[in-house]
């Protein structure tokens, strides 16, 4: 899919960014269906993301475009986006490279499950982080 600026500029116009520029960002396993993380975009992350057809999100720590994947490689390809009803919230429907989405070397990130009055780790590790960073 090749957009042109002019068309991309007219669809970010169309989401609603929170008072710091940036919108909450789902990817969810486009085979499996598993949702996979949360991150945030900002204008840039998004565009980049629609142009060059993989996931790019904001770090809000490193204040910096971070594309998913750039040092552990496993890249989230761009199979489909999404934007809710209020325009306020992205669903990339994505292939994860390497089968891990987490820095925690899991799967996806939601690791911790409620049970019985405390949170406890319900997802194993797939690849020790330590060797993947």
């Known amino acids: 899919m090749t957009l042109d600026t002019a068309k991309i500029d007219a669809l970010l116009d169309q989401v609603s960014w929170n008072d ?13 269906r598993d949702i996979l993380m949360m991150a945030w975009m900002n204008r840039e992350a998004l565009a980049t993301t629609l142009t060059e057809g993989r996931a790019v999100y ?12 750039e040092s552990s490689g496993h890249v989230q390809h761009l199979k ?5 009803c209020d325009g306020d919230t992205v669903l990339m429907q994505v292939e994860q490279v390497g089968g891990i989405a987490c820095h925690t070397g899991r799967r996806h990130c939601f690791m911790y499950r409620f049970d019985d009055g405390e949170w406890s780790v319900c ?11």
């Not at 809000?60 to 998913?68: D, F, I, P, T, Y």
């Not at 489909?80 to 809710?84: A, H, K, V």
Request: proline letters at 7%; a neutral charge.
């Open 20 to 32: 710091q520029g940036l919108v909450p960002a789902i990817a969810q396993d486009a085979a499996s």
């Open 58 to 69: 904001w770090s809000r720590s490193r204040n910096a475009l971070w594309r998913k994947g």
């Open 80 to 84: 489909e986006i999404r934007l809710d």
């Open 123 to 133: 997802e194993p590790v797939v690849k020790d982080p330590a060797e993947i960073y």
